[in-house]
């Protein structure tokens, strides 16, 4: 039996540093604009324009030149107006943070991006390949993305029926490192959000008897398995019948294929 969850409608009372990643910069405004009444929102100000500053370049805006304005605009800003309390009202230029580098990414917006964004983005950053990255980026990517890596030879990359056209059958986006003849292919896919499981015990104390205890278990299906670690370089006078592999399972294989000698690849 299918479940369906409505969602509820997003206000400044329920944004957080997450889910303001899904919204732009009208919506700042009209959110504010909704809220400006609210008492706990008067009383919590920084807590809202934090969350906000978050995702969004803020600038105030201590003028109303048409010139200030419109060299914001020109820069891609949204510029309007805010009442902070009763008696204080300003003007804001705001415009969404870019997420073009890999340090631009965090576990806040992972799962904002889509599979194409986050491949651009390691594209504009790669030289080394996966292993280039910290190991911290690399968990904030995990995080969000399905990653696997294969390095092979130039010319036997895009052999078909291989693993490089199987992952882009199954929805992968793929980013091509060059490493000399070979290529290392980095696969990555949008993780599902799987809802955490959750346990509820009752109270056994006669003074908490109405109230539970949420316990949350730990989401270990989702962790980066141990053997998704990328593939250096092979050394190509190592490279023999019994060590070539990439690190994906490649299953069953064209029976000539594996018969063929792989010192054809190596540079004698």
């Known amino acids: 039996m299918e479940q369906k969850t409505e969602k509820k409608a997003l206000t400044l009372k329920t944004l957080t540093k997450s889910s303001v990643w899904d919204i732009q910069e009208n919506d700042i405004f009209r959110l504010w604009e909704s809220a400006e009444k609210d008492a706990?929102?008067?009383?919590?100000?920084?807590?809202?324009?934090?969350?906000?500053?978050s995702a969004f370049m803020v600038e105030e805006v201590n003028t109303d030149s048409k010139i200030m304005k419109q060299k914001f605009e020109k820069q891609g800003y949204k510029v309007g107006s805010v009442k902070l309390?009763?008696?204080?009202?300003?003007?804001?230029?705001?415009?969404?943070?870019?997420?073009?580098?890999?340090?631009d990414l965090t576990y806040e917006n992972?799962?904002?991006?889509?599979?194409?964004?986050?491949?651009?983005?390691?594209?504009?950053?790669?030289?080394?390949g996966w292993d280039s990255l910290s190991q911290s980026i690399k968990d904030i990517i995990e995080s969000g993305f399905d990653i696997s890596t294969t390095t092979l030879p130039k010319d036997r990359?895009?052999?078909?029926?291989?693993?490089y056209e199987k992952k882009v059958a199954d929805g992968f986006d793929v980013l091509e490192v060059a490493k000399g003849t070979w290529v290392e292919a980095i696969f990555a896919k949008v993780?599902?959000?799987?809802?955490?499981?959750?346990?509820?015990?009752?109270?056994?104390?006669d003074d908490e008897e109405n109230?539970?205890?949420?316990?949350?278990?730990?989401?270990?299906?989702?962790?980066?398995?141990?053997?998704d670690v990328e593939i250096g370089e092979p050394n190509d006078e190592d490279l023999n019948e019994e060590n070539y592999s990439t690190m994906m399972d490649l299953g069953a294989g064209d029976p000539d294929e594996?018969?063929?000698?792989?010192?054809?690849?190596?540079?004698?």
């Open 40 to 53: 706990e929102v008067k009383e919590n100000v920084r807590h809202y324009i934090d969350i906000i500053r």
């Open 157 to 163: 990359l895009h052999k078909k029926g291989g693993l």
């Open 85 to 103: 309390d009763e008696e204080q009202k300003v003007t804001w230029a705001i415009k969404k943070r870019p997420i073009s580098r890999v340090t």
């Open 191 to 205: 993780k599902p959000e799987a809802e955490k499981p959750r346990m509820k015990f009752n109270s056994f104390s």
């Open 211 to 227: 109230e539970d205890e949420d316990v949350e278990i730990e989401d270990t299906f989702n962790k980066p398995d141990d053997d």
């Open 258 to 268: 594996e018969a063929e000698e792989l010192s054809d690849y190596v540079d004698e």
């Open 110 to 128: 992972i799962r904002h991006i889509s599979a194409a964004k986050l491949v651009e983005v390691l594209d504009r950053n790669f030289g080394g």
